[in-house]
Structures are given as structure tokens and as C-alpha cells.
């Protein structure tokens, strides 16, 4: 594994591995009876909802059923972005982050389900036109959503977990993160775009360990006494993942980690620089039984 392997956020060789078991996300009942269910569905050709679908606090569930694990954002576009101002930056091999980007409102949908697989959590779809990208693949698309903005008293989900995300660091609302079902509230109490990762890594991993493994040159070795060395480059695929969430925006994610040690870490690089895990948004945590 290398340096390449986050600045891809491990998309690109994902698509015939073994999945591992604390990966395995079930879909929660939990408390999603007072909101709306809807299912947003993940093919190769993007994101899609049923049609007619309204703005609204939604339990959603992302399956996936395109043939790459998912690694996609879904974002409210700021009014006056058209599908041609999508176009031109989709197609350019600039690296530099149009002003509109950063303004969408990205929903923080749960991510990363493997194929066949679904995500769940709570999120809110205010109306308006959407886009939906995938970091590793070539797709985006435009979702349109009509109906009301959202009401102000709309309840929150009753959570069991919460984390605010910050420049940079994660901010956690309870010393430890317990394995099994939980919800996780998320939200952006920064001011640019964040989302939150968990990284399955071995026993005795630090931070550390994890930047050696970043900086390493393509076809470096890292010393052996690093944990990490120990792990093939499929291996390093999050077990719980939000997409991008925009400043303000809170989501609800629905997680189910097994007892270990995991990287917990925002990739993200906005709003232009190096992934916000460099700069501090990384840490290593214990999850008990
Ligand atoms: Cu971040």
C-alpha cells in the first residue's frame, strides 16, 4: 500500500476483493419509523430515486447495485449552477475546485457499500437539483427534487453516537465508540467540506504508522515493524462511511464496526491542498465490545 492508495481513497482496485467481515453493514430498523423511508438506488450510470420523490428528513437506503463499491457524494447545487457548468469541470483535467462545489449543500449520504450491498442512515433531501458524483468512476448525474424546504421542527433521529467535524480534527460527542449497531450523528461544524471514514487496521496501528504508509514512495517498503505493513492494498477499505458533507449539514449514519482498532479519517482535500488526514483530521480509535 502507498501514498497513491489514499489520494484515490482506494477506489480504483476494488472491484473483485474479498470483502471483510467488519465491513458487512446491516440495514438498521432502529428508529427510522418517524421518517419516510427511501431508497436510493447506486447503478454504474449513478445515483437514482424514485420518481416524484419530494424534499424531506428521509431514513434512506443506499444500495448498490453497480458493479464497483460505492464511493459517491450527492450535493444540493447552489441555484444558478446548470448541467453545463457540471459538464465543463467534469471533463476538465483541472485540479483546481470551482467556488460551486464548495457551495453545495453535499447531504452526507452513507457511503461505501460493496455491491449487492446497503447503506443506511438519515438524511436530509431539501428540494432543489442535485448532483451526484462518483469519486472513483466517471459518472455523475442530475436528480431533481421538488416539494418545500424542510421545516425548522422537523425531529431529530434519536441517536446512540455523535461526532462534529471540524478544520481539522473530529470532535467526539462520548469517549468510545462501541461496536455493533449504532447511529452516529454527524455533523459539519466546519467550514468547508468534510466527511468521516473508518478504517478497519490492525492491533498497535498509530497515526503514525498510517502517515509512514501515506508518504511512502510508489513501490516503497515500509518498515516492518509497522502494523500496517502487514495489509495488502485491498484490505484498506472503510467499514462505515459518510460522503461529503457540506459546513452546517448534519447526517445520521448507521454503523455496525466489529471490536478492533480503526483509522477514523477525512481524505478530503477542499477547499485545495493536501487530504485534511494530513493536516490532523486522522486519529486511531478502539472500538470495545
Ligand atoms: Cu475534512
Not at 443506511?120 to 432543489?128: M, N, R, Y
Request: with cysteine; net charge negative; glycine share 8%.
Amino acid at each position: 500500500m502507498n501514498r497513491r492508495t489514499l489520494l484515490n481513497v482506494s477506489a480504483a482496485a476494488l472491484a473483485s476483493i474479498a470483502i471483510p467481515s467488519s465491513g458487512r453493514i446491516r440495514i438498521l430498523a432502529q428508529d427510522t419509523a418517524a421518517f419516510p423511508e427511501l431508497i436510493v438506488t447506486l447503478t454504474d450510470d449513478g445515483f437514482s430515486v424514485p420518481e416524484g420523490t419530494t424534499s424531506g428528513r428521509y431514513a434512506v437506503s443506499v444500495v448498490n447495485e453497480s458493479s464497483m463499491p460505492s464511493h459517491s457524494s450527492l450535493g444540493l447545487l447552489p441555484k444558478g449552477v446548470d448541467l453545463a457548468m457540471v459538464e465543463e469541470v467534469m471533463a476538465s483535467d483541472s485540479e483546481d475546485v470551482p467556488q460551486w462545489i464548495l457551495d453545495t449543500k453535499w447531504v452526507g449520504l452513507p457511503d461505501w457499500g460493496f455491491p449487492g450491498e446497503t447503506r443506511t442512515g438519515i438524511v436530509d433531501l431539501p428540494p432543489g437539483t442535485y448532483l451526484g458524483f462518483s469519486a472513483s468512476e466517471s459518472w455523475f448525474n442530475i436528480i431533481e427534487i421538488g416539494g418545500e424546504p424542510i421545516p425548522g421542527d422537523t425531529p431529530e433521529p434519536e441517536a446512540t453516537l455523535s461526532v462534529e467535524l471540524i478544520e481539522m480534527a473530529f470532535t467526539w460527542g462520548q469517549d468510545a465508540v462501541p461496536s455493533g449497531p449504532q447511529r452516529l450523528r454527524v455533523l459539519n461544524a466546519g467550514t468547508t467540506l468534510h466527511d468521516i471514514q473508518f478504517y478497519p487496521v490492525p492491533d498497535g496501528t498509530t497515526t503514525d504508522h498510517a502517515m509512514e504508509m501515506f508518504m511512502l514512495d510508489e513501490g516503497g517498503t515500509p518498515a516492518p515493524e509497522n502494523p500496517m505493513s502487514a495489509m495488502s492494498e485491498d484490505e484498506f477499505v472503510p467499514a462505515a462511511a459518510t460522503s461529503i458533507i457540506a459546513p452546517g449539514v448534519t447526517s445520521w449514519l448507521d454503523i455496525d464496526l466489529a471490536p478492533g482498532t480503526y483509522l477514523v479519517m477525512c481524505p478530503l482535500p477542499f477547499p485545495s491542498g493536501p487530504p485534511h488526514a494530513f493536516l490532523g483530521m486522522m486519529e486511531v480509535i478502539t472500538v470495545g465490545t
